[in-house]
């Protein structure tokens, strides 16, 4: 079955460590997307990428960096440089850029906790 | 400036009954698409239904459809026939076309649906 596979499901980090993240889709989607989720708040866009070698920034870039080296994958870094990263993180994928008619198509999510 | 608003926090509704959660969006962007999305408690969030701001009828997918008021810069999410395993969170989205791959998420409403 086609879809998205985030890992790990939990994460936890030390103050001043760097974390990667993994994204992987083998739905053959162009665009790919990291979300940030904090408890309570809706989804804020970090970075997105529409094709391979190319990403942008989203509203909260800071502290975070990504590669888009293959189509399937797109792995988020959370830097030391990040001071509150203590949150629920989203990889999404689309079909088209615009997202329509189909939407995004999420993965099951990481939690990363600061310890 | 973009953005959407979802005014109820958390909604307690009987089972088998219909219901509808708000969604107010603000854009200058003639051109959007509207997206639900429900997030249960693993945390993945699976998309529910999309209406386009040029679609003259209402979007309906099974028992959700959107109540898309132009006019109003209103998408409410109608569940009909509400089952138990309804309970969730769920998010309205926009994506203004003249935003390159961003979509914008309001804070949520919280639905419990009682037995």
């Known amino acids: 079955d086609g879809g998205i596979t985030q890992s790990p499901k939990y994460l936890f980090r030390k103050e001043g460590q760097n974390v990667t993240l993994s994204c992987e889709q083998n739905?053959?989607?162009?665009?790919m997307y990291w979300y940030r989720q904090d408890p309570g708040q809706g989804l804020r866009l970090i970075y997105y990428s529409q094709i391979v070698n190319d990403f942008q920034k989203g509203d909260i870039a800071e502290g975070y960096s990504v590669s888009r080296e293959k189509k399937e994958s797109f792995p988020l870094t959370v830097t030391s440089a990040q001071k509150n990263p203590t949150a629920f993180y989203l990889c999404?994928?689309?079909?088209?850029?615009?997202?329509?008619?189909?939407?995004?198509?999420f993965g099951s999510g990481t939690r990363l906790t600061v310890v | 400036a973009q953005k959407i608003t979802q005014t109820q926090p958390g909604m307690f509704v009987q089972e088998k009954e219909a219901v509808t959660l708000d969604c107010t969006y603000d854009?200058?962007?003639?051109?959007?698409?509207l997206f639900w999305y429900k997030q249960p408690s693993s945390g993945e969030m699976i998309f529910l239904i999309y209406?386009?701001?040029?679609?003259?009828q209402n979007a309906t997918e099974g028992r959700y459809s959107l109540n898309f008021q132009k006019a109003r810069k209103s998408a409410n999410l109608v569940i009909s026939a509400s089952q138990l395993g309804d309970s969730a969170m769920y998010f309205c989205a926009m994506r203004p076309y003249s935003s390159a791959s961003k979509i914008i998420f309001g804070s949520g409403t919280r639905l419990s649906i009682r037995p």
């Open positions: 854009t200058s962007d003639q051109s959007y698409g």
């Open positions: 999404a994928s689309s079909q088209t850029p615009t997202g329509a008619p189909y939407g995004y198509t």
């Open positions: 209406q386009g701001s040029y679609d003259e």
């Open positions: 739905l053959n989607h162009d665009a």
